[in-house]
């Protein structure tokens, strides 16, 4: 499969709802995963149905997840547990005519399956790729996890196969016969800003270039 292509939706995967705003293809599925440090993950375990969000990152064509060997989630979907990983951006509101119309910007992607434990031997580099997913470089500054600190950590990934991305990146949607209401539409755009990075108190190191210009980037 090439970087763009993607299996067809799955009759799980496939939007039904507002079906124009769903994209399957890989290039829209990994920007919205790689825009994202966080994600929810939902499962059943013997605490009944879970929501929980974690960090995520994306190797190739998988995304993963990382946690203690103690964590019952880890536990759970280490074995194999059906589960589905929410990503959601929100990228404004969108204040409509009537309250009715009224809606939200948004990309998000869902992704159905199971996930499966990486194995020890890829263990330290997907755990790299979770450095360079927070700051490109960072991987080769901090130290590395040692063989207990890897052996206490699970590491887990489940494949793209049954994903889909959901956007709406438009203004409101108001009925024809709302449109002259002298109400004000429109969106209030929304998004994660970078703020000035916080020295820890006494820290030596020089601050590296990603640091300087943390707050730069949108
Ligand atoms: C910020 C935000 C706010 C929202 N607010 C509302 C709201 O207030 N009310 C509301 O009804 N809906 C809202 N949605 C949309 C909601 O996520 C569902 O898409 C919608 O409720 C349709 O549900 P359904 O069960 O009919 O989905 P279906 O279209 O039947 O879902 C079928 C499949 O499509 C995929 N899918 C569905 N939704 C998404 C999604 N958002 N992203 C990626 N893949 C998806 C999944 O694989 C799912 O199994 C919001 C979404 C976002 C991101």
């Known amino acids: 499969m090439s970087a763009t292509s993607a299996p067809p939706p799955t009759e799980r995967s496939r939007v039904r709802r507002a079906e124009d705003r769903g994209h399957y293809d890989r290039a829209t599925i990994h920007a919205i995963i790689d825009a994202a440090y966080l ?92 450095m360079d997913h927070l700051a490109p470089g960072r991987r080769h500054e901090a130290r590395p996890p040692d063989r207990n600190e890897l052996a206490a950590t699970t590491v887990l990934r489940m494949p793209l196969f049954e994903a889909a991305a959901k956007i709406r990146a438009w203004g409101p949607k108001d009925k024809d016969g709302d449109l002259a209401l002298p109400v004000w539409a429109g969106v209030l755009p929304l998004r994660q800003t970078r703020l000035p990075p916080l020295a820890e108190p006494g820290c030596p190191a020089e601050t590296p270039a990603y640091v300087q210009q943390w707050a730069t980037h949108a």
């Not at 995304?63 to 959601?88: E, R």
């Not at 990228?91 to 020890?120: K, Q, T, W, Y």
């Open 39 to 130: 994600c929810h993950v939902s499962f059943v375990d013997e605490r009944g149905p879970l929501c929980l969000p974690t960090a995520v990152w994306r190797v190739d064509d998988h995304v993963l997840i990382h946690g203690s060997n103690g964590s019952k989630m880890m536990k759970s979907l280490a074995q194999g547990t059906p589960a589905c990983v929410a990503i959601t951006h929100l990228d404004g509101l969108v204040m409509a005519r009537s309250a009715f119309s009224h809606s939200m910007n948004f990309r998000s992607v869902v992704i159905h399956g199971a996930f499966e434990a990486v194995p020890d031997a890829d263990k330290a580099e997907v755990l790299d790729r979770l």
